[in-house]
Nanobody, 112 residues
Framework: QVQLVESGGGLVQAGGSLRLSCVAS????????GRWFRQVPGKESEWVAS????????NYADSVKGRFMISRDNAKRTVYLQMNSLKPEDTAIYYC?????WGQGTQVTVSS
């Protein structure tokens, strides 16, 4: 079955950095775009960033543009999200998605 497993979340001070990873199994990884979403409990999920199947095209939400970078390593079946200059408003559960599949999420908490 398809599994997406996120890791790399944690507690960081404002201005700090974190790198999230999403390892995929059970699907033809190189055929699919990868996306990161985030969600604060009680609010709708927010799209954060996308990367094409080859990694050649990336897109970002305005709220993270210039601070976050999405990348992928198809040999390692992994999508990354490098998050720099973190702000308290970046606090959320971050989810990796491919096709219609979602991971379990990883918590990111940014303290002021």
């Amino acid at each position: 079955q398809v599994q997406l497993v996120e890791s790399g979340g944690g507690l960081v001070q404002a201005g700090g950095s974190l790198r999230l990873s999403c390892v995929a199994s059970g699907l033809a990884f190189a055929n699919y775009a990868g996306r990161w979403f985030r969600q604060v409990p009680g609010k709708e999920s927010e799209w954060v960033a996308s990367i094409s199947n080859t990694g050649g095209i990336t897109n970002y939400a305005d709220s993270v543009k210039g601070r976050f970078m999405i990348s992928r390593d198809n040999a390692k079946r992994t999508v990354y999200l490098q998050m720099n200059s973190l702000k308290p408003e970046d606090t959320a559960i971050y989810y990796c998605t491919m096709n219609t599949f979602w991971g379990q999420g990883t918590q990111v908490t940014v303290s002021s």
